[in-house]
């Protein structure tokens, strides 16, 4: 059964600052892992898709790696914004079905 | 490009009614799938449509069902309403899985 786990649950940091978000998950046999960003409340919006042969993928300030081989991902914010505040969510498709397993999210608080 | 449709965006029923909510995935995606989502769960899948056949199924009890259309669109269906079914009903649409799923912007049910 997979499981997806994300550190740190939540993270405050002054505007301009980069950041790692971290998500780990237990089963390696993933055919993509997916980042998504949640403002309160309100549906998820898509930021990275990165496909199981791929190490990472990139846009504008934001960047996602992944190694599967040690189940990790992790997103880097670049000269993070107060617009950037919301809850960042990684997912991961369990064994080779389209149902998706998703962590519990980082908050993150962009102050200005 | 027309997003994820959900409807309607909010609802407030009694328990012990049913509820019927709708999804229309964006135009040419015939894999729908249905998550809630609550403070103390996060999120959890509900099951995937793919093509009016049900693929994948979570755990969840027979009160919760749905049904794909031949147009894609999909509805689910919450009989017997209790107090914790109140949450945040979010639909995802894909062509595939590997392509990524783009989520609506949710139902948010509350049940008194």
């Known amino acids: 059964k997979q499981e997806v786990t994300q550190i740190p649950a939540a993270l405050s940091v002054p505007e301009g600052e980069n950041l790692v978000l971290n998500c780990s998950f237990t089963?390696?046999?993933?055919?993509?892992l997916q980042w998504f960003r949640q403002d309160h409340g309100k549906g998820l919006t898509s930021l990275l898709l990165i496909q199981s042969s791929q190490r990472e993928q990139t846009s504008g300030r934001l960047n996602a790696s992944l190694d599967k081989s040690s189940g990790r991902s992790t997103l880097y914010i670049a000269a993070s914004q107060p617009g950037d505040s919301a809850t960042y969510l990684c997912a991961v498709p369990q064994g080779g079905s389209e149902k998706l397993v998703f962590g519990k999210g980082t908050k993150l608080t962009v102050n200005p | 490009k027309a997003g994820v449709t959900q409807t309607p965006r909010y609802l407030i029923k009694t328990r012990g009614q049913q509820v019927t909510l709708s999804c229309s995935p964006i135009s040419g995606h015939r894999s729908v799938s249905w998550y809630q989502q609550t403070p103390g769960q996060g999120l959890q899948f509900l099951f995937e449509y793919f093509s009016e056949t049900q693929r994948n199924k979570g755990n969840f009890p027979g009160r919760f069902s749905g049904r794909q259309f031949s147009n894609s669109r999909s509805e689910m269906n919450v009989s017997t309403l209790e107090l914790g079914d109140s949450a945040l009903y979010l639909c995802?649409?894909?062509?595939?899985?590997?392509?990524?799923?783009?989520f609506g912007s949710g139902t948010r049910l509350t049940v008194v």
């Open positions: 995802a649409s894909a062509r595939q899985g590997m392509d990524g799923y783009t």
């Open positions: 089963d390696s046999a993933i055919y993509n």
